[in-house]
């Protein structure tokens, strides 16, 4: 599928899509470092900033999956449609 | 579960949602779809989970413990050559596994053990390390609990016809209700000993 032929909902879902995706990146880059070092500052970066980060790229794929399913059921979506 | 695998795990994690970000128009097929839920909702829910159960392993580690400035010193003290020092003693004798050796006597201790006093103790402790101030000397919250000690000793021949131990049958009694301190009631009461450490001899473990 061509992304210029997406319509706004379709784009609309590939940016979130793109955007939590960068979010869970950054998160699980930040749990990978943690794991590298033994300390219980490690532990905090893990536990705070790690699991924030991928509970929000979590929270937002499925905002934007739940987004786009109502748009889908108001008609105003051709996304699936074209699978 | 080993490092290794956590990472293994992570690695793939960060395949699939790379592949997602930097094409996702993948998830207009079927497939795709499938491969992002996998990506971007249940594998970093699994990486969290392992990569939390690996810290909590990790945690356990003497090396752990000690890289708190507060705590080296009793980390020193598990090298003094005394055998009256009761965690010297243990340590170099292996009657503690050498590298969980905190934690094997101070299982209440740490932020992932005991109860939930026990795992905001923890959290404190990270606080007033990096900022708070320590106590100095640092303390026990409650007196040492012969529990700790029984863990390994209760059921052992030197523990259970000990010449002290048996020499009255309350005293074995007392000890096993912890009314009674191994620690402080003049038997074992050389514990780690802070104050005299720069008067003693180190002994160096063989490499």
């Given at each position: 599928m061509n992304?210029?032929?997406?319509?706004?909902?379709?784009?609309?879902?590939?940016?979130?899509?793109r955007v939590s995706g960068c979010i869970?990146?950054?998160?699980?880059?930040?749990?990978a470092f943690s794991l590298f070092w033994n300390h219980p500052l490690a532990f905090i970066a893990f536990a705070?900033?790690?699991?924030?980060?991928?509970?929000?790229?979590?929270?937002?794929?499925l905002f934007s999956l739940l987004g786009y399913t109502s748009a889908e059921g108001t008609g105003s979506s051709s996304y699936h449609g074209k699978v | 579960m080993p490092t290794t695998a956590v990472f293994v795990v992570l690695a793939i994690t960060i395949a699939i949602v790379a592949v997602v970000v930097i094409k996702p128009e993948i998830t207009a097929a079927r497939g795709g779809k499938i491969l992002a839920f996998v990506g971007l909702f249940i594998f970093p829910g699994l990486v969290s989970v392992l990569g939390f159960e690996n810290h909590v392993e990790r945690s356990k580690q003497t090396t752990f413990c000690l890289s708190c400035h507060v705590m080296e010193p009793y980390g020193k003290s598990l090298h003094v050559d005394d055998a009256s020092y009761i965690p010297a003693a243990h340590f170099q004798n292996g009657r503690v596994p050498r590298d969980q050796a905190c934690y094997t006597c101070h299982t209440d201790y740490t932020i992932f053990y005991g109860g939930i006093k026990s795992k905001i103790r923890g959290l404190h402790h990270i606080y007033v390390q990096y900022?708070?101030?320590?106590?100095?000397?640092?303390?026990?919250?409650?007196?040492?609990?012969?529990?700790?000690?029984?863990?390994?000793?209760?059921?052992s021949r030197s523990f259970e016809q000990g010449v002290v131990h048996t020499a009255d049958p309350q005293t074995m009694i007392d000890i096993k209700s912890n009314k009674l301190s191994c620690t402080s009631s003049g038997c074992h009461d050389?514990?780690?000993?802070?104050?005299?450490?720069?008067?003693?001899?180190?002994w160096e473990a063989p490499k």
């Open positions: 992304v210029a032929e997406m319509n706004v909902n379709e784009l609309k879902m590939t940016k979130r899509l869970l990146l950054l998160g699980l880059l930040v749990e705070t900033l790690g699991m924030f980060l991928i509970l929000g790229g979590v929270a937002l794929y | 900022i708070g101030t320590a106590q100095n000397p640092i303390r026990l919250y409650h007196p040492y609990n012969n529990r700790e000690c029984l863990h390994c000793h209760e059921g050389t514990i780690h000993n802070i104050p005299k450490l720069d008067q003693v001899k180190y």
